[in-house]
């Protein structure tokens, strides 16, 4: 559990992966960022305004800029699946190399909502934790899943299985990436980690039913509403196999 201070290990994997530490210098620019702890708050709660207003609000609006949504529930899902994807591949990334996970609390990470995919976030101190799933899920699921969800479902409507299952893709998704990677790399028992932790992580009561997993393939029970963006289609682990036609608004979970 021995946890370097700059977290050397995840730049290789890409940039889901890596985390800006004090160790590597940039904290100075993440100054003035919320916290993620901020962000999961009602407007303005706990401190002055933030320069972007309600950071969480505007993160979503500018998902939905960019992907020409016709609804803010897609600019929702899709922020609130892009920073799951971020926590996952940190958390798993870490216990898969290190076999140890900093904490990743919320008020120790600030966040640049105005940033480009993927989310940047900067880890104010790094403190090792174990890196057995019931840490890992208290960590990812318990610290900022449901926090993030209850936040974004008090600001608009968007269905809570939807994010469940947004939650249940991207930690599906973090699994591929670092079989990739261990594969290109001739490292088997990062993989065999990866995956052992995975389908432990995907029996948490937060995930467990969002979808199903068989071998390195994860179907999903509900869908992120990517298909409603212009030219958005549908996802590899989609729960349709075709774009709904019949009604403005699918079923999202």
């Given at each position: 559990m021995n946890l370097d201070p700059g977290l050397g290990a995840l730049r290789p994997l890409g940039g889901f992966f890596a985390l800006h530490t004090p160790a590597d210098g940039s904290a100075g620019p993440a100054d003035g960022l919320p916290t993620l702890a901020a962000a999961y708050g009602a407007p303005h709660e706990g401190g002055p305004p933030q320069p972007h207003g309600d950071p969480l609000t505007f993160r979503?609006?500018?998902?939905?800029?960019?992907l020409r949504a016709p609804e803010d529930r897609v600019g929702a899902s899709v922020a609130?699946?892009?920073?799951?994807?971020?926590?996952?591949?940190?958390?798993?990334?870490?216990?898969?190399?290190?076999?140890?996970?900093?904490?990743?609390?919320?008020?120790?990470?600030?966040?640049?909502?105005?940033?480009?995919?993927?989310?940047?976030?900067?880890?104010?101190?790094?403190?090792?934790?174990?890196?057995?799933?019931?840490?890992?899920?208290?960590?990812?699921?318990d610290g900022h899943l449901e926090p993030l969800g209850a936040a974004l479902r008090a600001r608009g409507p968007v269905a809570a299985g939807l994010l469940r299952g947004n939650a249940g893709s991207a930690l599906a998704a973090t699994a591929?990436?670092?079989?990739?990677?261990?594969?290109?790399?001739?490292?088997?028992?990062?993989?065999?980690?990866?995956?052992?932790?995975?389908?432990?992580?995907?029996?948490?009561?937060?995930?467990e039913g969002a979808g199903v997993l068989t071998g390195a393939h994860y179907r999903r029970r509900s869908c992120c509403l990517y298909y409603r963006a212009p030219g958005g289609g549908l996802c590899g682990d989609c729960c349709f196999t075709r774009p709904p036609r019949s009604s403005p608004r699918a079923p999202s979970g």
């Open positions: 979503v609006r500018k998902v939905v800029r960019a609130q699946q892009g920073l799951a994807a971020r926590l996952w591949s940190v958390a798993l990334g870490c216990a898969v190399l290190y076999g140890g996970v900093p904490d990743l609390a919320p008020e120790l990470l600030r966040w640049d909502p105005d940033g480009a995919a993927p989310d940047d976030l900067w880890l104010t101190r790094v403190r090792p934790l174990p890196a057995d799933a019931a840490t890992v899920a208290r960590v990812v699921v591929r990436l670092l079989e990739q990677w261990a594969r290109a790399n001739g490292r088997p028992e990062v993989d065999a980690r990866a995956r052992a932790l995975t389908a432990e992580l995907l029996t948490h009561p937060y995930l």
